[in-house]
């Protein structure tokens, strides 16, 4: 009886580690035929930040990607003013430049109430008489052309706001050094310009 208690009580031991062993074992093969549970709690996080670094990246490329443009208006004060440059240089107002200034004092006007292209080249052979002269300074350029773009823009704004306009550019072309005569004769072409918009049949 002695004996096979002895017997039992070894093979009880003898057990206890093998069970231990063998249970290690399965765990093991667990993880070996399916590896992804143990890693994918680092995979989400790196996925995560990752996708947020891109995005940031993407964000600040696209945003200093942006052109930033000149606005029509901008480019047509730019226009005349190149326009006069040029007439002032050339020291007359050749009829290659009158045309071009006149193109491009047309094209300021955004919307379809424009003057008559009459009127246009009325004022353009005024206005670059004086300049061919070297009367109007490169100086009164910016202001004159300016006013030029505000007028050929100025349908439907009051008489009064017109008025202000053309007054401002008779009062340029006096401080630029322009005679009354020739500043009042370029003013009236001026004011003709603002009327023809104003009062254009717009459809």
Same mark, same amino acid.
């Given at each position: 009886?002695?004996?096979?208690?002895?017997?039992?009580?070894?093979?009880?031991?003898?057990?206890?580690?093998?069970?231990?062993?063998?249970?290690?074992?399965?765990?093991?093969?667990?993880?070996?035929?399916?590896?992804?549970?143990?890693?994918?709690?680092?995979?989400?996080?790196?996925?995560?930040?990752?996708?947020?670094?891109?995005?940031?990246?993407?964000?600040?490329?696209?945003?200093?990607?942006?052109?930033?443009?000149?606005? &029509? %208006?901008?480019?047509?004060?730019?226009?005349?003013?190149?326009?006069? !440059? #040029?007439?002032? *240089?050339?020291?007359? /107002? $050749?009829?290659?430049?009158?045309?071009?200034?006149?193109?491009?004092?047309?094209?300021?006007?955004?919307?379809?109430?424009?003057?008559?292209?009459?009127?246009?080249?009325?004022?353009?052979?005024?206005?670059?008489?004086?300049?061919?002269?070297?009367?109007?300074?490169?100086?009164?350029?910016?202001?004159?052309?300016?006013?030029?773009?505000?007028?050929?823009?100025?349908?439907?704004?009051?008489?009064?706001? &017109? %008025?202000?306009?053309?007054?401002?550019?008779?009062?340029?072309?006096? !401080? #630029?050094?322009? *005679?009354?005569?020739? /500043? $009042?004769?370029?003013?009236?072409?001026?004011?003709?310009?603002?009327?023809?918009?104003?009062?254009?049949?717009?459809?």
């Amino acid at each position: 009886m002695n004996k096979l208690w002895v017997i039992v009580m070894v093979l009880g031991l003898l057990a206890g580690p093998a069970f231990g062993q063998a249970e290690r074992s399965r765990q093991r093969a667990r993880s070996v035929s399916n590896p992804t549970n143990s890693v994918d709690g680092t995979l989400s996080s790196t996925s995560s930040t990752n996708k947020s670094t891109n995005k940031s990246t993407a964000t600040g490329t696209a945003a200093s990607a942006t052109p930033v443009t000149a606005t &029509t %208006q901008q480019k047509s004060a730019a226009k005349l003013k190149d326009d006069l !440059t #040029a007439t002032r *240089a050339k020291g007359q /107002a $050749t009829p290659e430049l009158r045309q071009r200034f006149a193109k491009d004092l047309m094209a300021a006007a955004r919307g379809s109430a424009k003057p008559s292209a009459y009127s246009v080249d009325k004022f353009t052979e005024v206005l670059l008489t004086s300049a061919a002269n070297k009367s109007v300074s490169s100086a009164a350029d910016a202001r004159l052309v300016h006013n030029m773009v505000l007028i050929m823009n100025s349908f439907g704004i009051s008489a009064t706001r &017109t %008025q202000e306009i053309v007054s401002d550019l008779q009062s340029a072309l006096k !401080t #630029a050094g322009v *005679a009354e005569d020739n /500043a $009042t004769a370029i003013a009236n072409e001026f004011k003709t310009l603002a009327l023809e918009v104003q009062t254009a049949d717009v459809k």
